[in-house]
Nanobody
Framework: QVQLVESGGGLAQPGGSLRLSCTASGFTLSAYRVIWYRQAPGKERELVAWINTRPNYADSVKVRFTISRDNAKNTMFLQMNNLRPEDTAVYYC????????WGQGIQVIVSS
């Protein structure tokens, strides 16, 4: 069964950190471009980070977030540091290649 399963979300305080994971099954992640999106309440889904030949980031998360992948574990990551309340959103992993797959989405809440 082809799926992407996300984990690692939850509640963090401003200035804190969270690490999101997205594990693929049923296909080989290394053959796909990996991307993270997020959607805040009442807003459109926005692109957060992606890897082509190198990592790329939205201006709003540059320096604070790091996208990575571990092909041996068939998993992609989003390390989020120095979190801000405006980072509160549902985060989605996405892969593009021969097909396109989406994770189920995971909630991140940044609040004191």
């Amino acid at each position: 069964q082809v799926q992407l399963v996300e984990s690692g979300g939850g509640l963090a305080q401003p200035g804190g950190s969270l690490r999101l994971s997205c594990t693929a099954s049923g296909f080989t992640l290394s053959a796909y471009r990996v991307i993270w999106y997020r959607q805040a309440p009442g807003k459109e889904r926005e692109l957060v980070a992606w890897i082509n030949t190198r990592p790329n980031y939205a201006d709003s998360v540059k320096v604070r977030f790091t996208i990575s992948r571990d092909n041996a574990k068939n998993t992609m990551f989003l390390q989020m540091n120095n979190l801000r309340p405006e980072d509160t959103a549902v985060y989605y992993c996405n892969v593009l290649g021969r097909n396109e797959y989406w994770g189920q989405g995971i909630q991140v809440i940044v609040s004191s």
